[in-house]
């Protein structure tokens, strides 16, 4: 059963921000949200973790309402670079609190 | 400091042959983890090393899968034999703490393998 959905696919344009929302309705307590970014023939890479209110670091923002049942990743100004898969996590604790991946957000960045 | 290495990034292999993946955590990182996409699904996972202890193995598969890290460094999935459903791109992960939540985990680049 996912534990995350998000949007399957996204398009930007150069230079815009882009916001990636993720539903989590069934979040446990001690449950964070985090972020990760794929690109081709490569393995997933940390981007942000958060878990409540609002995180920022060098790459991007994350945004968590205070019920915690979604989650918004925010990328500023992104570039061609950006064009990449993300994926949504919370911990599982059905397997033992281990982060589960979804289908994740292929998002395409347009010139 | 070198990342999570695997190796080979890509084998080919025929039905029934065996194949033996290799991952190289980072240095010091107790957690290992094993995770899988085939074609057109999500990335699973597979089972999960503290040291050299299989801590979690419930994504395993079957029995044609086996994992081992022994002496709790470098850890190898082997297939066999393998089938035609086991293609795919196979990731393996490290971490210093369990990867729950408030930790972050390493990927390497993932192997291919391919059974024709």
């Known amino acids: 059963l996912a534990k995350t959905t998000q949007p399957i696919s996204m398009d930007s344009y150069e230079g815009q921000e882009v916001n990636i929302t993720c539903s989590h309705n069934?979040?446990?307590?001690?449950?964070?949200i985090t972020w990760y970014q794929q690109f081709p023939s490569q393995g997933p890479r940390f981007i942000i973790q958060?878990?409540?209110t609002k995180v920022t670091n060098e790459v991007a923002s994350l945004f968590i309402p205070a019920d915690r049942k979604s989650s918004t990743l925010s990328l500023p100004r992104v570039s061609l670079s950006d064009t990449a898969v993300y994926y949504c996590?919370?911990?599982?604790?059905?397997?033992?609190?281990?982060?589960?991946f979804g289908g994740g957000t292929r998002l395409m960045v347009k010139p | 400091e070198a990342g999570v290495t695997q190796f080979p990034s890509h084998s080919v292999i025929e039905k029934g042959q065996t194949v033996t993946l290799r991952c190289d955590p980072i240095?010091?990182?107790?957690?290992l983890y094993w995770y899988r996409r085939v074609m057109g699904k999500e990335i699973k996972f597979l089972l999960h090393?503290?040291?050299?202890?299989?801590?979690?193995e419930s994504g395993m598969p079957n029995n044609r899968f086996l994992a081992e890290r022994t002496g709790g460094t470098y850890s190898t999935l082997k297939v066999q034999p393998a089938e035609l459903e086991d293609s795919g791109v196979y990731f393996c992960?490290?971490?210093?703490?369990?990867?729950?939540?408030?930790?972050?985990?390493?990927f390497g680049q993932g192997t291919r393998l391919t059974v024709v």
């Open positions: 992960a490290s971490s210093q703490d369990h990867w729950s939540g408030n930790t972050e985990a390493f």
């Open positions: 069934n979040i446990a307590t001690n449950d964070y």
């Open positions: 958060g878990y409540k």
């Open positions: 996590l919370v911990g599982d604790k059905g397997a033992g609190n281990m982060l589960t």
């Open positions: 240095s010091g990182h107790d957690n």
């Open positions: 090393f503290v040291k050299e202890s299989k801590q979690d």
